[in-house]
């Protein structure tokens, strides 16, 4: 079919590649992701999207890349800026400009800021600006009454409307209390553990529930800074949909297993998604015997839009922003809604995750090759 014809390293988005973990040039994606990053962090965006576009392409590319030749042929990699770091990298086995960026204090700086949750490259920048350089000055900075104005982001994929959230900005400081416990990575083995606990407490409240643990643990990573759970019942409409987040984290809040609820958004929220189709909950989770705090999202859908949800919330950043794209390209919307037709806003109902790429046009990937 046309859509496996489309399934190829070189091809235009990510969503028709195949993004393994680890790639051969694994070294060589790493040292990029510095530049990329350090962009970021700088407000570039730009640039940061010219660098994610090429790691994403290389990432997908099968074999160790030997030559500049080899990375020219490559779907955005043949821009002057990638290349030129490329071949140095693939003289040297080296990129000079990641390893002065690793060096110096301010990249490091920014980076612990921004792994605050509420902090993106922008508030980071902004503390930095004020003389900020260690978690303790920027815990100082928020006591201060006249810096509580300063505003509070999600590091967040920008054209995903749908998911950002504007953080409230008392949860800096939650987020700085737990800083320990939030920075340590979660594993897959945790990550089970937590889902089959929250399924089994929402049993309780709604028998019959469906879920899908989604997020980086579906894409294989070993480890995960957070829990994504995408939840659906068959019988539930929008109305239920939005009550059970809500009744379901009080409940988990009366228990004490969620101590903190970041955001609740699908309520009243103008952020929701437009039918109301779904409800999520960012919460932070406390693992009963661990003593653990660990971050939570639970992501509550109509049977309609459960298996785009699914996709939306297993990513890549990267494989979403292209599907997204993709689907613009086929006169269609996609994103963890629902899947519409642009000209007439029809919706089509994917009844499987396989469905979703069918309609889509794209060949399927396994949720572990998506890791654009
Ligand atoms: N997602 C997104 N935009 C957001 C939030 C989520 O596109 N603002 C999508 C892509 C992500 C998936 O949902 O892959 C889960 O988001 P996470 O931020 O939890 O990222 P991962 O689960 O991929 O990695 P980790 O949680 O280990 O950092
Ligand atoms: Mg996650």
Redesign the pocket.
């Known amino acids: 079919t046309s859509a496996q014809a489309a399934l190829s390293p070189s091809a235009k988005y990510a969503c028709q590649r195949q993004s393994p973990l680890v790639c051969p040039n694994q070294d060589l994606v790493e040292q990029l992701a510095v530049l990329k990053r350090a962009r970021e962090l700088d407000l570039n965006w730009e640039s940061a999207l010219s660098y994610a576009r090429a790691i994403a392409s290389i990432k997908a590319y099968p074999r160790k890349i030997q030559s500049a030749k080899e990375a020219r042929k490559l779907a955005y990699v043949g821009d002057k800026t990638e290349l030129k770091v490329i071949r140095e990298y693939l003289k040297s086995g080296q990129i000079s400009e990641t390893k002065s960026i690793l060096e110096g204090e301010k990249y490091r700086v920014l980076m612990e800021f921004s792994s605050i949750y509420g902090i993106g490259p922008m508030t980071a920048q902004v503390l930095y600006a004020r003389r900020c350089r260690t978690l303790e000055d920027v815990k100082r900075f928020y006591k201060d009454p006249d810096n509580a104005a300063l505003e509070i982001e999600?590091d967040?994929?920008d054209e995903?409307e749908e998911?950002?959230?504007r953080v409230p900005e008392r949860w800096i400081e939650v987020s700085l209390a737990l800083k320990d416990d939030l920075s340590i990575?979660?594993p897959r083995r945790e990550v089970e553990q937590v889902a089959r606990m929250v399924m089994h407490e929402l049993e309780e409240i709604q028998p019959g529930c469906l879920h899908t643990i989604?997020?980086?643990?579906?894409?294989g990573?070993r480890?995960?800074?957070?829990?994504?759970i995408v939840i659906t019942h068959p019988a539930a409409d929008a109305n239920r949909v939005r009550e059970l987040c809500q009744e379901f984290t009080d409940v988990l809040s009366k228990k004490g297993l969620v101590t903190h609820l970041m955001t609740l958004t699908g309520q009243h929220s103008p952020s929701s998604s437009p039918a109301g189709v779904i409800a999520k909950a960012f919460t932070i989770f406390s693992l009963p015997g661990s003593g653990r705090s660990r971050?939570l999202?639970l992501i509550f859908a109509v049977p309609d839009v459960y298996w785009t949800a699914v996709v939306?919330?297993?990513?890549?950043?990267m494989?979403?922003?292209d599907l997204r794209l993709h689907a613009k390209s086929k006169d269609l919307k996609f994103d963890?809604s629902g899947i519409t037709r642009r000209t007439d806003e029809s919706v089509i109902i994917a009844h499987s995750e396989k469905d979703v790429f069918e309609i889509l046009g794209l060949p399927y990937i396994h949720p572990t090759m998506r890791n654009a």
């Open positions: 999600e967040d994929d995903d998911k950002n959230v990575k979660i989604a997020g980086g643990y579906r894409r990573k480890e995960s800074n957070d829990i994504d971050r999202d939306g919330w297993t990513g890549s950043t494989f979403q922003r963890s």
